[in-house]
């Protein structure tokens, strides 16, 4: 096992080095003098000369690639062009925020999901395969900026169980941490549900008419111990493989939810560099975003060692 | 008392909405330590019989008449959960796939220890050591450091040992082995069965065999029952069965065995094939391909024992007495 992780970290180097490559590539292509946006128009000759100075643009490339990957190994991604603050302690603050709320809406997603599924599969084509189905298809089919919405409007104003404005709750108070998480996870969380459930009861009803169900039964283990293990356990592979692809989709459609839960976090952020044309913010969330989807693939791919015995021999 | 008693056995397939049947009145017993071959083509009811004896049918077939005796008492019309409680305790059942029959995500101690855990009721450990003594039963070499690998660190022989093994596991007093070694090649073939049949003298186990392989079955088998089209043909003591075969099918399925002391230059087959079951005929299943059939063989032919040997019946029109000259003359 220890080898097989060892093995799993020795390939991330590579792959996040292509990635920051890529990053530093398309800054580069991207049309548009840095220089002229950054100081207007009506930039002397003198002012840009000293921008370049600046920023090292006036370096051969390889040399800014050199210093670019050097300063990311130092953990320096630069300083806003709008603000001047460090990249690193802006994207430092709201990580953790975005991390919650992907974690949390994977744990809804997976936990409602998968008994979901198995609960449809075992229903196959009965009521409560079309009750599941019908929900399923109302998760992926329903924005999720409105179920947001309503669900602030249920929960949060009629009913009072949720606070309104999440966020903003330290650790400290874990209660109110996760009571201020609930809704923008459980909305983050529906969607991949669905997503979850659809793939689990596809995989039971593959699973179910198996030779080795068929051992199962004959050495007269419970119906229900079939599905729950014997079944189930196999089906959790495809499940792995799915949560780990839908993480990083995750990641990116936490915008929506968090403009309207009012949360700190990556996605706002993103909206934000956007919006004024902060190039290095943006570099750095790219290469922040880039090293988040490698990493979960990572432990994607150590997971399904635990789940799957026949991988690590592989 | 017999182990086993299939008493006059239908099992129906709804197709279509139409019933068919898939086993219809089969008969026969099998005693404490003794080996009944079930023999016959693919399709010919071998599987469903057996389906319909473990109580594992699918959902669009039925046990319609008849009865499975186990030990005296009729089990067909069980409850689920009575059977889960019959099945792997008293009987017990290996398959042809060794390759799958196994769960890739389950250590093979685990699946050997499940049923001492669900019907002896034994603890983790006691269950474990039971399990490695299981496996060094079975024959499966270092058993005590492969309780903890997974099928497929194993090789189809070595499979098929462990999906013994947790048959037979809280002994069982008749196991039903599914073409257990079809999947397998020949040399392993022969280390199975030999297995089998040191497990069957251990225990006084009863076994049903099924198999298509005539070679097995003279080598292995007491009693041979012959299917054909869902209907017992013919059932016989081996050696009667191989030395006069009454059935027109089951001379057919001799004739069809390669001899070394005979010219090898054409192999005998039988004509025509089986009919699909929503096609089976009324009567005698066999008439479409039979070299003798006649117009009585439209209707069901009664059991009728062989030689006056009470222990040899045959199905079929040609053995009951004047039945032949009446249909030909009429």
Known sequence: ?314 | MSVLHIDDLRTSLTLNGRQHHAVREVNFRIEEGETVAVVGESGCGKSMLAMSIMGLLPSIAVVTDGHVVLEGKPIERESERQMEAIRGARIGMIFQEPMTALNPVLTVGEQIAEPLRDHLGLSRSEARRRAIALMERVRIPSAASRYDSYPHEFSGGMRQRVVIALAIACGPRLLIADEPTTALDVTVQRQILDLLDMLQDDGRMAMMLITHNLGIVAAHADRVVVMYGGDMVESAPVRALFRNPAHPYSRALLASLPRVDRDLSELASIPGRVPPLTRLPDGCRFIDRCPHAMKICQALPPRVPVADDAEHEVRCWLHVEGSGRDASAG
């Open chain 1, 1 to 314: 096992m220890l080898r097989f992780i060892g093995r799993r970290l020795v390939t991330l180097v590579p792959t996040l080095l292509a990635v920051l490559t890529l990053v530093f590539v398309l800054v580069r292509v991207v049309p548009g003098n840095p220089a002229l946006i950054l100081l207007g128009d009506q930039a002397t000759p003198e002012a840009i000369a000293r921008f370049y100075r600046e920023t090292g643009l006036d370096q051969p490339i390889w040399h800014q690639y050199l210093s670019f990957l050097g300063q990311i190994a130092r953990g320096d991604l630069g300083r806003s062009m709008i603000n001047d603050r460090p990249v690193t302690s802006a994207i430092a603050e709201v990580l953790p925020y975005t991390l919650e709320l992907s974690i949390a809406g994977v744990v809804v997603g997976v936990l409602l999901g998968v008994p979901l599924g198995v609960v449809a599969a075992r229903s196959n084509g009965g009521w409560v395969d079309w009750l599941v189905r019908i929900v399923t298809l109302g998760g992926l089919s329903f924005p999720a900026f409105v179920s947001a919405i309503m669900m602030l409007l249920v929960f949060g104003l009629w009913l009072g169980w949720f606070p309104i404005i999440s966020g903003g709750k330290p650790w400290s108070d874990p209660g109110g941490r996760l009571m201020s998480l609930a809704l923008p996870a459980i909305n983050l969380g529906l969607v991949m549900m669905a997503y979850v459930a659809r793939v689990t009861r596809g995989g039971m009803l593959n699973t179910l008419p198996s030779d080795f169900i068929r051992t199962a039964r004959a050495k007269g283990v419970p119906m229900r111990r079939i599905v729950w293990k014997h079944a189930l356990r196999n089906v959790l592979l495809a499940v792995v493989t799915f949560t780990g692809l839908y993480f990083s989709v995750l990641i990116g459609n936490s915008v929506l939810t968090e403009i309207v839960f009012n949360r700190p976090g990556l996605g706002k952020l993103v909206v934000g560099a956007l919006d004024r044309r902060d190039y290095t913010l943006l570099q750095g969330l790219v290469v922040t975003y880039a090293v988040l989807v490698v990493v979960v693939n990572t432990l994607t791919d150590l997971l399904y060692g635990l789940v799957d015995p026949r991988v690590k021999t592989g």
